[in-house]
């Protein structure tokens, strides 16, 4: 099998609301949208009796061992589901680690997405699901990744052409775990997406919404809650909202200019947080 190169998306929510709990994971419903930021990955089939699995780049420290890609494979052998075949895998990490912007959970959907295309693994959207909730919550999200309102009883709609956003991702020098901000949630809300439409993309609808886990990473992470005023006064700024359980803050414009001017302004004051410009796809 020759070298296959992937690009591993990362994601975004533009809106996102905790409606409940079910056992112990959180009720969520949340508008998806993926953007151009991406890790690479290569893959190969290999002669061996185990995989080889590695990362390298930006964002490839302190990647526990037990990582999403390592799952999945574990998962793919237990089941039976490779007919014993291996495969080494090379990850270059370019999506910051707890941002909120499911760099694992995507790599692990981009490589099983790839898998059932080349037909290597052949199982129905049931298996799917059930392997994806088997890795993480977020990672059904990555197969075939498109604009995606996912409602709060678990069931994803997908849409194409909706309008393109040029997104500033900024992230302060430390991370949020998932873990810990959902651990703080105390309230929930009434669903609001569970009819799904194209116009919840439209930029009328986003702007009134929100991500209901901000007030709680504010709470803990105060400099997060300084960077989004930063944002809302930049010049040209639609909206600003936090992706996942952060600590990446989006900042959405409908020009590139408009989001390249805003970088070189972070960028002078805050010369030490990562950003990136990027946009929708």
């Known amino acids: 099998m020759n070298v296959n190169f992937l690009k591993s998306f990362a994601k975004i929510n533009l809106a996102l609301n905790i409606t409940g709990k079910s056992n112990k994971l959180h009720k969520i419903e949340s508008i998806v949208k993926f953007i151009q930021l991406h890790d690479q990955i290569s893959i190969k089939m290999i002669a061996g009796n185990k995989h080889d699995i590695s990362f390298r780049g930006n964002f490839s420290k302190n990647i526990s061992r037990n990582n ?10 237990k089941q039976k589901l490779l007919d014993n075949k291996k495969f080494k895998i090379k990850i270059e990490k370019n999506i910051p680690q707890e941002a909120g912007l499911g760099g694992g959970s995507m790599n692990a959907a981009s490589i099983l997405n790839f898998l059932i295309k080349k037909k290597i693994v052949k199982i129905n959207q049931k298996k799917i699901l059930s392997i994806s909730n088997l890795i993480g919550s977020d990672v059904i999200l990555g197969i075939s990744p498109k604009s995606i309102v996912l409602k709060s009883n678990s069931v994803i709609k997908k849409f194409s052409k909706t309008p393109i956003l040029y997104t500033l991702l900024v992230r302060p020098n430390f991370g949020c775990s998932t873990k810990k901000i959902y651990s703080r949630v105390r309230k929930f809300t009434r669903p609001i997406l569970n009819n799904p439409k194209k116009n919840m993309f439209s930029l009328k609808f986003l ?10 990473a504010f709470l803990k992470y105060p400099k997060l809650k300084k960077l989004k005023n930063y944002l809302e006064n930049l010049e040209q700024t639609l909206f600003v909202r936090m992706t996942g359980s952060g600590s990446v803050l989006v900042a959405y414009y409908e020009k590139k200019q408009d989001c390249e001017l805003a970088k070189v302004k972070f960028k002078r004051k805050f010369k030490n947080y990562w950003c990136n410009v990027s946009k929708t796809i």
């Open 68 to 77: 999403t890609v390592k799952n999945l494979f574990d998962i793919l052998d």
């Open 207 to 216: 702007s009134k919404q929100e991500n209901a886990l901000e007030k709680i």
